[in-house]
């Protein structure tokens, strides 16, 4: 995906934590990989979701195009990568987003205040999750009628219309 940076996607990954409540954040969609089925996500290695997906690597990332008016829901496994293999990729980020890997304290810990952080750009904290698609499930949502569809990758991404 050749997407400048402020241009990618937000979307919605969902996780399961270790006693089994749902977890939502938004992250930025980093890429795409038709052939592979993926799609790539970057996060601070030592974010809460790294733990949950070790524990659990079972995923969904949430997509909504508002122009076609598609909702787009992708289930499968995530696999965490995180060493010195990604430095071409972390070299290529911006030095503003590479401050967002290496918050201290670690995303999720209590602070006093606000701002009471301090964000350092550590190479060691940067990860990437892949997930590997297993579904696919669209919604299209128009008047006078929604449309659905989920398609399988065990079915050679046949697709199945369901009812919206």
Not at 50 to 72: F, S
Not at 83 to 101: E, K, M
Not at 144 to 156: E, G, M, T, V
């Amino acid at each position: 995906m050749n997407v400048p940076l402020r241009r990618m996607p937000r979307v919605s990954l969902a996780t399961v934590d270790q006693l089994g409540a749902p977890q939502l954040r938004t992250l930025v969609l980093r890429g795409a990989n038709k052939h592979d089925g993926t799609v790539e996500l970057h996060t601070d290695a030592a974010s809460q979701k790294v733990p949950q997906l070790e524990n659990d690597p079972r995923a969904a990332v949430l997509i909504w195009d508002e122009t076609a008016m598609i909702q787009i829901r992708l289930m499968g496994d995530i696999t965490i990568k995180s060493d010195a293999s990604l430095s071409n990729i972390w070299d290529q980020l911006p030095s503003v987003t590479q401050g967002n890997y290496g918050v201290m304290p670690p995303p999720g810990s209590k602070i006093a205040a606000g701002d009471n952080y301090s964000r350092k750009a550590d190479a060691g904290k940067f990860a990437i999750l892949e997930l590997k698609i297993q579904t696919m499930d669209l919604v299209q949502l128009q008047e006078p009628s929604h449309r659905r569809a989920l398609y399988d990758q065990s079915d050679n991404w046949g697709g199945q219309w369901l009812a919206p």
